[in-house]
T-cell receptor
Framework: ETGVTQSPTHLIKTRGQQVTLRCSSQ?????VSWYQQALGQGPQFIFQ???????GRGNFPPRFSGLQFPNYSSELNVNALELDDSALYLC???????????????FGEGSRLTVL | AQRVTQPEKLLSVFKGAPVELKCNYS??????LFWYVQYSRQRLQLLLR??SRESIKGFTADLNKGETSFHLKKPFAQEEDSAMYYC????????????FGTGTSLTVIP
């Protein structure tokens, strides 16, 4: 069983730039969620993708966008980077099967973004 | 609005002592409550969820709807319990958005 993998593990950008983070979900999982974790804080929900559609969004501006691909992998894109975007970005996959939801998130190790 | 509150950022206990990590929540619907744990140099992982009513690694957590609490307890702490613990809430049967607390760093002193 392959776990959740994320890339890159670390990256540094400057204000105003754009970044793309990637995530491969655990095998057998069809749902991907993205979380932002600032230093000393818990993970904050950005959005979730299910069947290639956004399935819920947290309190993040539109410059945070995402994609899910047919193989259930996902990307998180952030445009016009701001200093406050510096954080650990976590991807988590889960399995949704009709009305039955496992509720368990399987996390990747994260991509640490530093914005200078 | 803060939905999950973990009042203690740091908690230290001696090995063999009881430990309780506090979690209070604020949610008007039907919540599901979870505890996630992150051991040193490992990824965040599920420890237990309230609907399972299981004891995992000696830990238990009871959902108290009257006090809106979901405290994590273990009668005898072990050194390997040292980790970061996050209480989390999601709306029942959606598995959609999870709200995490700010976490409690537990250190078990040998």
């Amino acid at each position: 069983e392959t776990g959740v993998t994320q890339s890159p593990t670390h990256l540094i950008k400057t204000r105003g730039q754009q970044v793309t983070l990637r995530c491969s979900s655990q095998s057998g999982h069809n749902t991907v969620s993205w979380y932002q974790q600032a230093l000393g804080q818990g993970p904050q929900f950005i959005f979730q993708y299910y069947r290639e559609e956004e399935n819920g969004r947290g309190n993040f501006p539109p410059r945070f966008s995402g994609l899910q691909f047919p193989n259930y992998s996902s990307e998180l894109n952030v445009n016009a980077l701001e200093l406050d975007d510096s954080a650990l970005y976590l991807c988590a996959s889960s399995l949704v099967r009709g009305a039955s939801v496992t509720g368990e998130l399987f996390f990747g190790e994260g991509s640490r973004l530093t914005v200078l | 609005a803060q939905r999950v509150t973990q009042p203690e950022k740091l908690l230290s206990v001696f090995k063999g002592a009881p430990v309780e990590l506090k979690c209070n929540y604020s949610y008007s619907g039907s919540p599901e409550l979870f505890w996630y744990v992150q051991y040193s140099r490992q990824r965040l992982q599920l420890l237990l969820r309230h609907i399972s009513r299981e004891s995992i690694k000696g830990f238990t957590a009871d959902l108290n709807k009257g006090e809106t609490s979901f405290h994590l307890k273990k009668p005898f702490a072990q050194e390997e319990d040292s980790a970061m613990y996050y209480c989390a809430l999601s709306e029942a049967n959606t598995g959609n958005q999870f709200y995490f607390g700010t976490g409690t760093s537990l250190t078990v002193i040998p």
